[in-house]
């Protein structure tokens, strides 16, 4: 395994780097506190190719590897995390799962514009519906009903917390077609968002990652065509679980790329502010705290981008992402947390950043798969 970067991917990390600094930076504070959709910034990523980083140029993709889309998250995830998470989506989620297991029709008709991220010069996005009221980390318990009409599929239920939810065109849905066959029996469907019967909820009043875009979903009665369907019927289950090991490794690269931010602010600040007569970096409290975010950050990296390098060689990742995230987002936590601690009164108010990163820092210990859901992963497959 290499452990240097290569030139391109130095390359992206560098324009991931900027574009978060000029266009992400201005204004994050305020599309935190008011909940605003960061469209611009999105339109800006999908400009860059960031919006279907993986996918082979043939599909309206960037034809990078996992790395390079590792270190973009990351350094996005440093400054704006919400922007991270609708790039994350669009990218592991969706642009992956159509084009591995769609066919060339719904590659040519969805995957193209998902992966380019706009269509006719508008935002087109994708969005991934698992999750339901009462099926979160029990993904196998789906509500949301597929019926076989012979000429069309017809859905109904709720999907709930679905990032992209009202910004995305297109939605991945799981959902179930037949009870008695339980998890062999959930279909996936590919579903516009402007089909009649498909309605979205209100967007979730959130503790972090607030200007992403969360909504819950209803169905009913939609007609999906046949051809819509994403394999064979009863692959829906697996095509969830194959889909969000590589979302890990998105989000474990958000986590990591929060942690990272709020250590750069907390290192910053430490050399700044004085106390008792010198800076408060000079303080063995405070260089602690900075040596342990520093090595919990460093160790997180490593796990993260092993579980890339994996998933670019053809190697099982779902363990190793599995690992990544459960660390990283618990580093994230931690780094966060001090990073408030380190900044005293002024990591508790906004105008510092770090408080925000410590909120949005939460959620990658939930979504896609929670730490505990990502321990029985990792427990089953050690003792197998
Ligand atoms: N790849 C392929 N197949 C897999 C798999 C994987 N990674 N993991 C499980 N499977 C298969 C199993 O082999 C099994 O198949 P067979 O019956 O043919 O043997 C089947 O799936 C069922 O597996 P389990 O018996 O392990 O199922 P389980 O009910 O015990 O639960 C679980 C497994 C890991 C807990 C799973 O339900 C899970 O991952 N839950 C969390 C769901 C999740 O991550 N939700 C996130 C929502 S999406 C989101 O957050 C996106 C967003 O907007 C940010």
Redesign the pocket.
């Known amino acids: 395994m290499e452990l240097t970067l290569t030139e391109e991917q130095i390359m992206i990390q560098q324009a991931a780097k900027d574009y978060a600094q000029q266009s992400c930076l201005p204004g994050v504070i305020e599309r935190d506190e008011k909940q605003l959709f960061a469209k611009e910034q999105i339109m800006q990523l999908s400009e860059l190719g960031f919006m279907g980083m993986m996918v082979d140029p043939n599909y309206g993709g960037a034809g990078l590897d996992t790395i390079s889309y590792v270190l973009a998250i990351e350094e996005i995830s440093k400054v704006d995390a919400s922007v991270a998470?609708c790039m994350s989506?669009n990218n592991s989620?969706v642009c992956w799962g159509l084009e591995t297991y769609g066919t060339e029709a719904q590659k040519q008709k969805y995957l193209s514009p998902i992966a380019q991220g706009k269509k006719d010069d508008e935002l087109y996005l994708g969005a991934?519906l698992?999750?339901e009221p009462e099926a979160?980390?029990?993904?196998?318990s789906q509500r949301t009903t597929v019926e076989d009409m012979g000429e069309y599929f017809l859905l109904n239920g709720t999907k709930n917390?679905?990032?992209n939810g009202s910004s995305a065109s297109v939605y991945l849905v799981m959902a179930q077609a037949d009870h008695s066959k339980g998890?062999?029996g959930i279909n996936t469907l590919i579903v516009e968002k402007n089909w009649p019967g498909v309605s979205v909820g209100a967007k979730e009043n959130k503790m972090g990652i607030r200007s992403s875009d969360t909504h819950s979903i209803t169905f009913t009665d939609v007609k999906v065509p046949k051809e819509n369907l994403i394999r064979e019927p009863g692959f829906g289950?697996?095509f969830a679980?194959?889909t969000?090991?590589g979302?890990r490794i998105g989000i474990a690269a958000q986590a990591l790329g929060i942690a990272g931010g709020a250590y750069e602010r907390a290192l910053a600040y430490s050399k700044e502010r004085k106390a008792f007569g010198k800076e408060i970096g000079q303080h063995q409290a405070i260089q602690f705290k900075l040596a342990d975010m520093a090595t919990r950050i460093e160790a997180a990296r490593l796990l993260c981008y092993k579980a890339a390098w994996e998933k670019d060689n053809g190697m099982d990742y779902?363990v190793s992402a599995a690992m990544a995230k459960l660390y990283a987002s618990e580093a994230a936590m931690w780094v966060t947390t001090n990073a408030v601690q380190v900044h005293g009164g002024y990591g508790y108010v906004k105008e510092y950043h770090v408080e925000r990163m410590m909120r949005d820092a939460k959620i990658t210990e939930i979504?896609?798969?929670t730490s505990e859901?990502q321990r029985?992963?990792i427990g089953?497959s050690i003792l197998k």
């Open positions: 998470v989506v989620l991934f698992l999750s979160g980390s029990d993904a196998t917390w679905i990032t998890h062999k289950f697996q679980m194959k969000l090991d979302g779902s979504y896609e798969g859901v029985m992963v089953r």
